[in-house]
Each structure stands twice: as C-alpha cells, then as structure tokens.
C-alpha cells in the first residue's frame, strides 16, 4: 500500500455542500466511512461507530429539513483520539490496561462537537497513553502514513493525522504533550495546532503529564483547525487549569499582506542532523513570509539544548504519579492469576496491562520523584523549564512569533527507531521547548522532499496568541498554494 491520500471537502466545503442541498450530513458521513473502509490497511482508526455516526447525520438532516438551527460544525465527520472519552464508545488510550473501559460521560472537548453537531465517526490509533512518536507503541498495532504505507504516521496522535490526511474524515482531535499533533501533521502534511495550555479543557481526556497535556484539532487546512479550535477552547469549570479568556476570532485578511511583521528564526533549531530537504523547505517558507511583507530576524532561544532532558523528567515523574491509578482494582486490567497478597496483585496486574514504552517511563518517573534524587532531578528540571519560558518570554519582546522546522526529519520507516528510544525521544527536539513554555504553536505543510514526503513548517506565538498564529498561518497557506501533498 503506497500514497492513498486525497483531497476531501474542507470543513467550509462541507457546510455549503449541504446549506445548497448538493449533500447531506448522512452522504457526508456515508463517504467518510467509506473511506475509512478503503483505506483500513492504514490502522488509523481504533473504532469505527458507524451506526452511531449514521444516526447522528440522520438526526441532522432532519433537523435541517425542519428548518432547525445547526451548529457550526453541522453534519461534519470528525475523528476523535483514543486518549479522549466518549460516552458509551470504547476509550482505551491504547493500552492493554483499559481494553474493555467504556466511559460513563464525554469529554467536555466531545461534548463541544457534539453541541456544534459535528459527526462523531470514531476513536482514531494512538501510541499507549500518548508516549511515543511513531504510533508503533499501540494496543491495536502501528499505524501508518498515508504517503507511504511503509513509513510511520509520526505520534502520538498519528491516527488522527493519518485520518484526516487519507481523507476518512474532515478534521481530528489529537492530544499533545511534546509535540504529539505537530510532529504527526508533519509527517502525514496536515495542519496541527497545539493550544496555549489551558485553554482547551483537558476534562475526560486521559492524563499522561498534566502540567504538559493539550487537546488540539488537526484538519486540511489552517480554516479547518481555526473552526475547530473555535468549538472546543474556551473556560471549563470542569478543569482547574482552564483559562478564563476570552477565544477570539482569527483575522482572514483579504489581501493577505503581512506587512510590518516580526518573524524570529530561532539558530538553535537549525542544527546539525536535519534532513537537507526539510531546512531547504522552511528556508523557502521563511522567503514566502518575506514575500508578504514580514521581516525575519534571527533569535536566541539559549536553554533549547536542555528541553528534550527537562521534558522526560518532568513528564515522566507525571506520568507515574498520574498511571498510578491504573492498580487492577478499581477499573481497567485485572490479571486473572492466583496471587497471594494486593501488592502481588497490583504488580501483575500492571506488569500485563502496560506496554514496555510505558513501562520505561514509569519506572524512570519513579525514580525522579524518589527519596534523595528530587532536588538533583525534578526540582532541577522545573527550574530549567523556567529559564526556556523565560528564553521564549525574551524573544517574543522582539518578534511577533517564532518560525522553526517541526520536525528535523521526514517521516521514518516503520521499525526503523522501534528499539533505540533515545533516538525516538529526539524526534520532538523542535516541539518540546513550545510545550514546556505553555505557548501556541502550529504545524503548517511546507513542501515535500524527493521522496513525496511532506515537510512542516512550526510557527509558534505567545500563550494566547492563537488568533495571531492562526491569521499568519493562513496567509502564509494561501502564498503557499499546493505543495504537492494537499
């Protein structure tokens, strides 16, 4: 199985499609489905609720024929991560360990679509409990890239790259702790937004480290994510770290113009090791920002040597506090063996249900957060992740936003780094510095290599700079055109 992408409606295109009465929510539906039929041998998906989809595009369509007000998203097939919980869907995180869990409620991010009658096809593949870059690491097995069917999706969240790019539904939720939506639209040539932290509810999706987690939209194009960012972010009670601002709307400018725009080209992220046709690719996006009138500047972001180092302390201690509760009493995995105590109980019981992937990291985590290596480690390690936001706090006093490779590398074979996780961890070099500092960054496609595979471009804006990062990758798009991958 080679190339299988193709171009699908848009979310815009979907809209009108049906307001003209040319489709309906059922054939939009009907037509996602079977893309995901024909393009199975992707393993994009966890779950296909095809029942469940049909009649909630039934329900539409009848809705509209009453003449009914319709959300935002009326009638659009849109794919959710396994990480996130849907009511009385399956929700497993990829794991063994929450193989048969089917939540009792949705995430309030689901229930936002559901309120904005967007179409609910289905869980989408992930790596276990959203550790890994590859989605090799998951309970239903890899997933795999759309462009080339021997190559890696990228991962976390490289389901719902892998689905939006191949067409079998309009736009995804991922979820992004260190690059786990941006690196996958990278690989798979989508667009990928990684929110401000707390501005998308993280309630109902499924904790790896919570000062660090995201849920995030990936969709064809910058307007697709922006209409489904503008759903599902805003304050939650539901979440403690949920912020209280105000969304506000991106600005489309007609003419397209960037005039007077300050763009910061980190050098620390041009480095030693990156594929030539990926910095030949961002070199020439950063000369289309130029074209539209920005000007790009070259910046310091001095602690980005330390990130990838700060990032697997501090999540990995999250991660074992958060995976604790996964114990083979209360829900999830239980081993059936015969065992003579509850600590037998609870080591069995984990021992079967997690993967080795997370099973590293638990173990490293523990040890970060054990007796007498706290300062040396974790403390240390917070302490780093101020100084990165405080890199990026000095950056953004001189530019309006930050332009970067997403990804060092274009998508890998499939096994290629399966057994070297220290390789694998460096695959989100670019991404992490942005996650450990709270901003808003995007992956925007910016060409393909001689291969066909594509390139993303990362553009990164202040904490709650999303509409400005939003309107700039927009622009950028249209001056852009077709790549060759979209």
């Known amino acids: 199985m080679q190339h299988v992408c193709e171009t699908p409606l848009t979310i815009e295109g979907a809209l009108a499609a049906q307001a003209s009465g040319e489709t309906s929510a059922l054939e939009l539906t009907e037509a996602a489905l079977a893309r995901a039929e024909a393009t199975a041998s992707l393993n994009a998906w966890a779950l ?34 396994d990480q996130i919980c849907t009511k009385g869907l399956r929700t ?38 959203a550790m890994g870059s590859s989605n090799e690491r998951s309970l239903f097995g890899p997933a795999f890239n759309p462009h080339d069917g021997t190559r890696v999706p990228g991962g976390s969240s490289g389901g719902s790259a892998a689905a939006v790019a191949a067409g079998s539904c309009v736009a995804s939720l991922g979820t992004d702790t260190g690059g786990s939506i941006r690196q996958p639209a990278s690989f798979c040539g ?8 707390g501005r998308v509810s993280r309630w109902g999706a499924i904790a790896f480290a919570s000062s660090l987690d995201q849920v995030g939209p990936l969709g064809r194009s910058v307007r697709d994510v922006a209409a489904v960012y503008g759903v599902i972010a805003g304050h939650d009670p539901l979440d403690s770290t949920s912020l209280t601002h105000a969304v506000e709307a991106p600005n489309y400018a007609v003419d397209g113009s960037l005039a007077g725009l300050r763009v910061g080209v980190p050098q620390e992220y041009f480095i030693d090791g990156i594929e030539p046709a990926v910095k030949a690719s961002v070199d020439a996006a950063l000369g289309q920002l130029e074209q539209l009138g920005a000007t790009c500047v070259p910046v310091s972001l001095p602690h980005t040597e330390a990130a990838v180092a700060t990032y697997y302390l501090l999540a990995t201690a999250e991660a074992s506090s958060n995976l604790s509760r996964y114990d083979g009493i209360r829900y999830g995995h239980r081993t059936s063996e015969s065992v003579s105590d ?40 917070q302490k780093v992740r101020t100084l990165i936001r405080r890199d990026f706090d000095a950056a953004f006093a001189d530019v309006d936003v930050l332009a970067t490779p997403t990804s060092p590398v274009t998508a890998f074979k499939v096994g290629e780094h399966v057994t070297d996780p220290l390789q694998m961890y460096l695959m989100d070099i670019f991404t992490i ?3 450990l500092a709270g901003n808003t960054s995007l992956n925007l496609p910016c060409g393909v290599d001689s291969a066909g595979l594509p390139i993303g471009l990362q553009l990164i804006a202040p904490p709650l700079g999303e509409a400005r990062l939003l309107s700039i990758a927009e622009r950028l798009e249209r001056k852009l055109g077709n790549w060759g991958g979209r």
């Open 342 to 381: 509850i600590g037998a109980l609870y080591a069995k019981s984990r021992a079967e249900g997690f993967g080795d992937e997370v099973k590293r990291r638990i173990i490293l985590g523990t040890f970060v957060l054990s007796s007498g290596y706290y300062d040396a480690f974790y403390l240390k390690a």
């Open 433 to 435: 510095p942005s996650s």
């Open 190 to 197: 989508v667009v990928g937004l990684k929110p401000t932290y």
């Open 48 to 81: 296909v609720d095809a029942d469940g989809a049909r009649a909630q595009a039934e329900a539409i369509d009848m809705r509209r024929a009453a003449g009914e007000p319709l959300g935002p998203l009326a009638g659009v097939p849109i794919g959710v991560k």
């Open 92 to 129: 497993t995180a990829a794991s063994k360990i929450l193989e048969n869990f089917v939540p009792p409620y949705d995430a309030t991010v689901v229930s936002r679509l559901r309120q904005a009658d967007a179409i609910i096809v289905g869980k989408l593949n992930q790596d276990e409990f």
